[in-house]
């Protein structure tokens, strides 16, 4: 009698594991697409065992360029997204992809290259940089080149240069595209003695293996503003909305603002992130 009930009871754990893993059920997960530079830096490494302790829910960090963070969001492979490309930011929401674009932080890209600086651009604005990079035979630049946040920046800055991107992109092998996120670019930048746009977030964490030297580091345009964007369910039925939400409260919330705030002060000497839950910073 004894063996048969240990048999049942063992058939019974068996079926009810078996109904689990057919159904999903479990440590629920939240997808979380990511840019580069959040990841390069360290920060989602900080945060991540954070937020599943609080929730009690496993999370998926996805880091790529903003471009493809954007279609994994209007694709429904993740639940959240965290970028830093405010039109295509406000575009996603308005075609009812995103809830609410959200920023929770932000910091300033900088125009860095070799300490020689062969084009002179030290001190100057950043078209006026960009423009004497182009002009300057022997500099190099290197760029993203991988439709990511930092690569639209990037655009931005030869347009407002008065520079018709794919000209400058096609003019020659000085302009070199990596493909890479924001770490690996820097290295090659380094390694090229070229210039490159770089948030300093990455900069600082990469800057003991670099050659390079902050040389343009003012600039309106330079502002770099991260949000937080929940997947809409209207659009994709599978968003774990709950979490989502849970996601966008907890990087906005005064606790973990503080701690991006101070994240990297003990390393580097100065904060990589400005707090700004919720706010629009002003450049």
């Excluded at 079926?15 to 360290?42: E, R």
Aim: glycine residues 12%.
């Amino acid at each position: 009698m004894k063996k048969k009930t240990i048999i049942a009871i063992l058939a019974g754990l068996l079926l009810v594991s078996l109904l689990v893993s057919a159904t999903g059920c479990g440590q629920p997960h939240l997808k979380v697409a990511t840019t580069t530079s959040l990841y390069d830096t360290g920060l989602w490494g900080y945060l991540e065992p954070l937020f599943e302790e609080e929730y009690g829910v496993e999370l998926d960090v996805l880091y790529a360029g903003t471009g493809i963070a954007l279609e994994y969001g209007r694709r429904g492979d993740v639940d959240v997204i965290t970028i830093h490309d405010k039109s295509r930011e406000g575009q996603f929401v308005a075609e009812g992809y995103g809830v609410e674009r959200v920023p929770f932080a932000y910091n300033y890209f900088l125009i860095v290259g070799p300490e020689s600086d062969p084009a002179g651009i030290k001190g100057m604005s950043p078209e006026d940089a960009f423009q004497a990079i182009y002009e300057t035979a022997g500099s190099r630049f290197i760029s993203r080149g991988d439709d990511s946040g930092t690569h639209g920046k990037e655009k931005a800055i030869w347009a407002n240069a008065g520079y018709d991107y794919e000209a400058v992109r096609t003019a020659g092998q000085w302009y070199v595209e990596g493909g890479k996120g924001m770490g690996p670019t820097l290295l090659m930048a380094g390694e090229m003695g070229g210039y490159t746009l770089t948030d300093i977030g990455t900069f600082l964490s990469y800057k003991s293996e670099l050659a390079l030297v902050p040389l343009v580091e003012e600039g309106a345009i330079l502002l770099n503003v991260y949000s937080a964007i929940a997947v809409n369910p209207e659009s994709n039925p599978r968003t774990n909305i709950e979490m989502a939400n849970n996601m966008v409260d907890f990087l906005t919330s005064s606790r973990i603002q503080e701690l991006i705030g101070n994240y990297g002060v003990e390393d580097y000497g100065m904060q990589l992130f400005t707090p700004c839950a919720g706010a629009e910073p002003e450049s």
